[in-house]
């Protein structure tokens, strides 16, 4: 998993809880604010990418369509 740099802030501060809240702390849900507050983050940015893959993915498959359409080959299951 690779930390984007918008969460780099949140998993400090989080980390520091952890590390100073100790194992009872970490029992007692001490940081959980903080572990709540990074995994929003995390998921913000997991959908950015996923946002900019799918967008990537309709451009990689309309020009397969357009190509395969020059050389007279149809698409699959069509």
């Not at 740099?5 to 989080?14: H, K, P, Q, R, T």
């Not at 604010?33 to 309709?58: Q, S």
């Amino acid at each position: 998993m690779t930390l984007h740099d918008a969460c780099e802030g949140v998993n400090a501060i989080y980390r520091d809880c952890i590390d100073n809240a100790g194992l009872w702390g970490k029992i007692l849900g001490r940081c959980d604010d903080l572990k709540f507050a990074f995994d929003a983050c995390m998921k913000k940015e997991f959908e950015k990418v996923r946002l900019e893959n799918k967008e990537n993915a309709k451009k990689r498959m309309s020009g397969w369509k357009e190509r395969n359409a020059e050389l007279g080959l149809g698409t699959p299951g069509a």
